[in-house]
Nanobody, 115 residues
Framework: QVQLVESGGGLVQVGGSLRLSCAAS????????IRWFRQAPGKQRDLVASITRGGATNYADSVKGRFTISRDNAKNTVYLQMNGLKPEDTAVYYC?????????WGQGTQVTVSA
């Protein structure tokens, strides 16, 4: 069983920064790709960034150059550094592990960017 707990969200002004954390329990963390998604009110949940077990990263076009995903396998934690925040980044952010078709999600952390 895998449990994911996100933290680090909050209210920030346009252009500000936040760092989200996702702490995982369970033995699969270090061997798994980890993904960050976000969901704004009334919209679908969209992939924001991903990182493989080897550290290769990928980003949605909307966040390239502003967000950085990283992982610390010793701490079973993945991070999402978000800089240059925009109002359209406002959403609940979730981390995710897809373990051979079984998806694990955290409870999410709210990010609100005020104009």
């Amino acid at each position: 069983q895998v449990q994911l707990v996100e933290s680090g969200g909050g209210l920030v002004q346009v252009g500000g920064s936040l760092r989200l954390s996702c702490a995982a329990s369970g033995s699969i963390f270090s061997s798994s790709a980890i993904r960050w998604f976000r969901q704004a009110p009334g919209k679908q949940r969209d992939l924001v960034a991903s990182i493989t077990r080897g550290g290769a990263t990928n980003y949605a076009d909307s966040v390239k150059g502003r967000f950085t995903i990283s992982r610390d396998n010793a701490k079973n934690t993945v991070y999402l550094q978000m800089n240059g925040l925009k109002p359209e980044d406002t959403a609940v952010y979730y981390c995710n592990i897809d373990d051979w078709g079984t998806n694990y999600w955290g409870q999410g952390t709210q990010v609100t960017v005020s104009a």
